[in-house]
């Protein structure tokens, strides 16, 4: 499943050409070309951090760090793979590292409580969104990014064993574990209501 971000009719959306035609302009210092950059990508590099961490205000960091580590690699960007690949390979890591770092300090089951006001007609939707998002942060991280860079992303095998540096069928065996996983911690929850 792709994300959509809306944005059709940007210039990074357009065609795999004018992406690198804009890449190639941020590299040289246009600043607008930068800026559109971000704004393009920032949607999908927050939605990949989101899933991986599991609650907005981290999301929103790593994706704050992720896209500062754009701007800081952008000039050592090489083209090998795609830019978003490339992006969403930084927001990855910025997600474990924000993930190490949470890891280190207490736990607050309020930390993301949040006040979630919904109509009646969409409450089944949410419900079920927040089924899996729940379920999705109990599939441990190795098995949860193969997933998310997989079904939300619509990255492919290669692009994923490229980006988290791992062999094909590696990744394809995690993907199924992760899905395995998340089917049995999904399944309980629904059971339970």
Sequence with gaps: ??????????????????????????????????ETLLRDHYDRVYAVCHRL?????????AAQEAMISVVRGLPAFDSRSSFSTWAYRI??????????RRSRRPFSPLEDAGDRRVSEA?????????????????VPVEFRAPVVLRDLC????AEIADLLRLPAGTVRSRISRGRAMLVKFIQPARTES
């Design 53 to 61: 961490v599991g609650n907005d205000a981290d999301a929103a960091d």
């Design 91 to 100: 927001a990855y890591n910025s997600s474990v590292d924000l993930l190490r």
């Design 154 to 157: 619509g990255l492919d095998y």
């Design 1 to 34: 499943m792709a994300i959509d971000t809306g944005e059709a009719s940007s210039a990074t959306s357009e065609s795999p050409g004018s992406v690198s035609a804009v890449v190639a302009a941020a590299q040289g210092g246009d600043r607008q070309a930068l």
């Design 122 to 138: 969409g409450a089944d939707s949410v419900d079920e969104k927040l089924d899996v998002g729940s379920a999705l942060m109990k």
